[in-house]
T-cell receptor, first 112, second 115 residues
């Protein structure tokens, strides 16, 4: 049972445009959501997070939106850069800071 | 610089042998660390939660006698894969939970290949 889903396995975007990565979840007990970036053969790197009391969190080029009623979150990267090319995982936690449930990842390719 | 390190980065072993993977928190003391495994093109799956000074908490379906976890200090957790089999071949990643901040910082991972 996949509680966190990333339905798009890959996304291609041109440099300078906006990248939108989507994530859906099924467990209404999740109250903390995170996005991680991962390169091959490396561990994930934390990007940005949002708690369930907010609907938006912004950090530089990265913005995460949370729609609790739809159980949906998205990560916007603008402007996209070639260095953003990686696999992006969304993750959710039911307790705030403990166990993370990861989605299957979306591979982002930003072309010059 | 790296906040969490793992050693070794890659290991090849024979079936039936045991392999120990170390996870170190370099910048902060971590009372809680986590162990994940990732199969190709799949998500990271939590195996167990490692708590300093106490027994690890294993996720459903993870054999605690096969995957031994020791968290003897606030900066070191080890995962030992005992009597490894080819199906244990995977990418193992640890993370350390930064206190107060509540964010998990991940190690670079260990690629295990069991022949």
């Amino acid at each position: 049972d996949q509680q966190v889903k990333q339905n798009s396995p890959s996304l291609s975007v041109q440099e300078g445009r906006i990248s939108i990565l989507n994530c859906d979840y099924t467990n209404s007990m999740f109250d903390y959501f995170l996005w991680y970036k991962k390169y091959p053969a490396e561990g994930p790197t934390f990007l940005i997070s949002i708690s369930s009391i907010k609907d938006k969190n912004e950090d530089g080029r990265f913005t995460v939106f949370l729609n609790k009623s739809a159980k949906h979150l998205s990560l916007h990267i603008v402007p996209s850069q070639p260095g953003d090319s990686a696999v992006y995982f969304c993750a959710a936690s039911p307790t705030g800071f403990q166990k993370l449930v990861f989605g299957t990842g979306t591979r982002l390719l930003v072309s010059p | 610089g790296a906040v969490v390190s793992q050693h070794p980065s890659r290991v090849i072993c024979k079936s039936g042998t045991s392999v120990k993977i170390e996870c170190r928190s370099l910048d902060f003391q971590a009372t809680t660390m986590f162990w994940y495994r990732q199969f190709p093109k799949q998500s990271l799956m939590l195996m167990a939660t490692s708590n300093e000074g106490s027994k690890a908490t294993y996720e459903q379906g993870v054999e605690k006698d096969k995957f031994l976890i020791n968290h003897a200090s606030l900066t070191l957790s080890t995962l030992t894969v005992t009597s490894a089999h080819p199906e244990d071949s995977s990418f193992y990643i640890c993370s350390a939970l930064r206190p107060l901040v509540g964010t998990q910082y991940f190690g670079p991972g260990t690629r295990l290949l069991v022949l």
